[in-house]
């Protein structure tokens, strides 16, 4: 797979853990996305509905998926 094309506005899905290790679909908006950034995926911070940080990291084709 080639250079992946997120934006900011996109909004994403991943999966998260709860705290009790229980995975859940999480979703949220593209806030920054730099490719490449210290990883071959990218760098992201995915933000929710009110702005705050609830994802930053690499920006894995595997767990982060551009919804609708």
Do not use: W
Request: hydrophobic share 25%.
């Amino acid at each position: 797979m080639g250079r992946r094309q997120l934006k900011p506005g996109d909004r994403v899905s991943f999966t998260s853990h709860d705290e009790r290790c229980k995975p859940f679909t999480q979703e949220g908006i593209v806030k920054h996305y730099v490719y490449p950034h210290f990883h071959p995926s990218g760098y992201i911070e995915v933000v929710d509905n009110s702005g705050d940080i609830i994802l930053y990291g690499n920006a894995d084709k595997d767990s982060i998926k551009k919804t609708k």
